[in-house]
């Protein structure tokens, strides 16, 4: 098999061995970096995205779906690892990199099915509700 790394030149390497590393952290496979990655090389803005923030700690929040940029997902994303960690889900609460990675990982998604994720942005709020879980997209390990 083909060494993944082999074709990006040395800023993408840089970018792509924090994220296989932050992805680490979270115990996800090499998949989920190389699913990442492919979604950015896919989508500029968003490689734009994460490149920033990994560069500078903060988040750029230039592409927007409608309005809804990656700070608006991690939001909407923390209220559902809070439902995770209400579930017992504890390694969640000690990761925020799993809580960015998931964030940008989303965006993508957004970009391609705005109306689907809008109905759960409009839908699932930051109130416990009965059958409120933690269940959100999440690539196979």
């Not at 809804?68 to 994303?77: F, G, K, R, Y």
């Not at 099915?113 to 999440?138: A, I, N, V």
Request: charged fraction near 30%; glycine fraction near 4%.
């Amino acid at each position: 098999m083909e060494n993944f790394t082999e074709n990006l030149n040395e800023e993408e390497k840089k970018l792509y061995d924090q994220i296989l590393l932050k992805s680490l952290d979270f115990n996800q496979s090499n998949d989920f970096a190389e699913e990442l990655w492919r979604r950015m090389k896919e989508n500029r803005e968003l490689y734009e995205e994460v490149q920033y923030y990994f560069e500078n700690n903060d988040f750029l929040c230039s592409l927007s779906v409608k309005g809804m940029t990656v700070a608006d997902i991690l939001v909407w994303q923390i209220d559902r690892f809070k439902a995770a960690v209400d579930e017992g889900k504890f390694g969640l609460k000690y990761n925020p990199s799993e809580m960015v990675l998931m964030a940008f990982y989303t965006l993508y998604d957004v970009t391609k099915d705005p109306e689907l994720y809008f109905e759960h942005f409009r839908q699932e709020t930051g109130s416990d509700y009965e059958g409120k879980t933690s269940c959100f997209t999440k690539p196979s390990s």
